[in-house]
């Protein structure tokens, strides 16, 4: 199925009151879309999800010094 027919069926499935459908088929399209993305630009992929993985550390070191040391102690 392509991306276009499931976002299709989860809009239908969303007009009749079923979103765990929609759900469903929105995660396939997102899925599909992801992969896609990859084969079309694999350098430019993995570029994005380096810098992903870069901000969610930076915004750990952040949160860790922004709470400060004292929430941060191993328990004794």
Same mark, same amino acid.
């Given at each position: 199925? /392509?991306? =276009?027919?499931?976002?299709?069926? =989860?809009? $239908?499935?969303? $007009? /009749?009151?079923?979103? &765990? *459908?929609? %759900? *469903?088929?929105?995660? %396939?399209? *997102? @899925?599909? /879309? +992801?992969?896609? &993305?990859r084969e079309l630009n694999p350098q =430019?992929? @993995?570029?994005?999800? *380096? $810098?992903r993985g870069l901000q969610d550390f930076?915004? !750990?070191? =952040?949160?860790?010094?922004? +709470? !400060?040391?004292? /929430? ?5």
């Open positions: 199925m /392509t991306t =276009a027919e499931l976002m299709t069926r =989860a809009q $239908n499935a969303i $007009n /009749t009151n079923q979103p &765990r *459908l929609a %759900q *469903l088929y929105m995660r %396939q399209a *997102l @899925a599909k /879309t +992801d992969e896609r &993305r =430019a992929y @993995a570029f994005r999800q *380096l $810098n930076a915004d !750990g070191l =952040a949160q860790l010094f922004h +709470d !400060g040391p004292e /929430t941060h102690q191993r328990p004794a």
